[in-house]
């Protein structure tokens, strides 16, 4: 399939620990992007990487990229009960973005 | 910011009814979609628009239609509802450029 796919399916932390989910995929990327989806709302973007970077900063969140391993990971430091969601990393088509179940992060205060 | 916005956040609808849901962007995108939600099965692209009056079908357009007639609104239509259309419809829209999406805040649609 041409998803993304998110590993672990789920995840759970206390409060103030770095938090860790990676993402496979499976065809040549122009970029990869990262969204997060909390209970029951609807999906909000939260970084993009490019195929010629390898790492990316947001605030807490810590993207890498590894094209020769089509894969990435999603660090989030210093966790909150607030970053308790879904995280995606949706593949990019023709057309669309092709999502997987991504991984459920659960941060337990 | 951007906003998108789904017309309502639950509906419940009886067999066979006839459903719309609406989504409206404010950011002037070219490039609006439906998708819906379903666990395990994660997020499935039923209809995109990159233009008004412009449709493609997604992944699963079977039992939809949708209509674009304002670059700002992108309604799907639920032709005669049926219980396995039970589930969560999330509208997004982008720019031409198409990597990156902006969600509205869902439908959760039971059909009865």
């Known amino acids: 399939s041409q998803q993304g796919e998110e590993d672990p399916q789920a995840l759970s932390i206390q409060e103030g620990e770095n938090a860790t989910m990676n993402c496979s995929y499976k065809?040549?990327?122009?970029?990869l992007q990262w969204y997060r989806q909390n209970s029951g709302r609807g999906l909000v973007h939260l970084i993009l990487?490019?195929?010629?970077?390898r790492e990316k900063h947001s605030g807490r969140l810590r993207v890498t990229l590894d094209t020769s391993k089509k894969s990435s990971s999603l660090l989030i430091t210093a966790s909150r009960a607030a970053d308790t969601a879904s995280y995606f990393c949706p593949q990019t088509g023709a057309n669309n973005l092709f999502f997987g179940t991504g991984t459920r992060l659960t941060v337990i205060p | 910011d951007v906003k998108v916005t789904q017309s309502s956040r639950y509906l419940v609808k009886r067999t066979g009814e006839k459903v719309f849901l609406e989504c409206v962007q404010d950011?002037?995108?070219?490039?609006m979609f439906w998708y819906r939600q379903d666990p395990g099965l994660g997020l499935r692209l039923i209809y995109f628009?990159?233009?008004?009056?412009?449709?493609e079908k997604g992944d699963i357009p079977e039992g939809y239609s949708v209509s674009r007639e304002k670059k700002e609104r992108f309604s799907l239509i639920l032709e005669s509802a049926s219980t396995n259309q039970t589930s969560m419809y999330l509208c997004?829209?982008?720019?031409?450029?198409?990597?990156?999406?902006?969600f509205g805040p869902g439908t959760r649609l039971l059909v009865l």
């Open positions: 997004a829209s982008s720019q031409r450029d198409r990597e990156t999406q902006y």
């Open positions: 628009s990159y233009d008004v009056k412009m449709k």
């Open positions: 990487i490019r195929s010629n970077e």
């Open positions: 065809t040549s990327i122009n970029n």
């Open positions: 950011m002037d995108h070219e490039n």
